[in-house]
Each structure stands twice: as C-alpha cells, then as structure tokens.
C-alpha cells in the first residue's frame, strides 16, 4: 500500500512521481465513466478520513477530474445541503496539505448526495438510477465503459445486506465493481472469517478490499 501524505518537500516529488507515471499509464478507472458511493457518508469516519482522502487522491491527479462522489445516508440531505456540510470538514482536516485544501472549490461538485437504506434494494436500485444519470453526464474518455466503487463507512453488522443491495441492483454491467469495506472487519476472528466467507460468495476476491481509514493509493491502481 502506498499512502503518502504530508508537506515535506521529498514526500511531494513522490506524490509528482507517482501522478505522472498514473497520467501515462491510464488505467481504465481512469478513462471511463467513474462513481465512489461512500456509505455512511455523514459520520464521522467519512467526514474526517474518507472524504479527505478522497481529496488528496482527487488533488494529486490519482482520481480523474470526471469522477463522481455520492455520499449515500440515512439523515434527509441535499446534494447542495450535504456541500455546505463537508466543507468545514476538508478545511479542517489535519490529514491533507495545502495543495489538497486548494482543490477543495473544484472538489466539492463531484459530490452528491442520497438518502437510503443499507438494507434495501430498492434504495440501492434508485441510488443505481441516479448513478447513471450523473455518469452520463461526465466527460470520460472512453463514456463505453462505467466503473462503480463502494466504500462501506459504515458497522460491520450493516456489510452483508449492503453487500446484497448492490450485489442485485447497482453493479455496473460495463466496467468493474468494487467494494472497500473499513475496518474493524467483524469483531473476534470467528465473526470476521464469517463475514468474510459470506462476503466473497457475493463478490469475488479481486473485487473486494479491507482497507484502513486512510486510502492507500495502490487500490487505485488496481
């Protein structure tokens, strides 16, 4: 995993590095239509880690300008409402830099919001609709090919029926689908190898990760 963050000078020349070898690379995520749906996205995980993370990744070139961020939760917000929520989070973050914080004006209308179920397939099959709606709308290289990530900021116990929802209603049938679920994973051995197990009967291995609260840069370029 590779996750660098921080404002010193040899840490930025990697950062420049890494984003100029993903600009030659292109890889499809890249050049296709995008979608990161952050479940949970008005706790407190998302707003001081995830949401961040997802600015650094967007502010040093390893998430493409086209992408688009929905925050899906149960709280009634709108895409306009849920802006103004996250902004004072970004500016206060102490896990981005200055350059991140600078991308934060063109940051903020990649996002969206929506207002669902974890448990529901129905939600997840409206959330489904409106995804495709705003990919169509982006400008993406290649608009043939659609990619959708999930990223479970949510409780363990709340995976499996998540998991299920979008198993059935929300895949991409284009591009790849993934899911990032945050740890903790269960909470003894017994509970996560269960989880575990039940997990990868709805999605394969390659297409799910357990990841930690701050992004690491390898999963996007996977």
Known sequence: MFCCKGGGSQKEQVEDVEAEALEATKFPYQLGQLSVTILGATGDLAKKETYPALLDLCA?????????????????????????????????????????????????????????????????????EMLAELEKKTKAPNAKETHRMFYFAIPPAAFLSAAKSIKESACSSTGFTRLIVEKPFGHDLASAGSLSSELGKLFPEERSFAWTTSWGRKFCRT
């Open 60 to 128: 040093n070139g390893f998430l493409p300008a086209h992408a688009v961020i929905v925050g899906f939760g149960r709280s009634d917000q709108t895409s306009e409402g849920f802006r103004d929520y996250i902004k004072p989070c970004l500016e206060q973050a102490i896990t981005i830099n200055d350059k991140a914080k600078a991308h934060i004006p063109s940051f903020l209308p990649m996002l969206y919001y929506f207002k669902g179920s974890y448990s529901s397939s129905g939600d997840f099959a409206k959330l489904a």
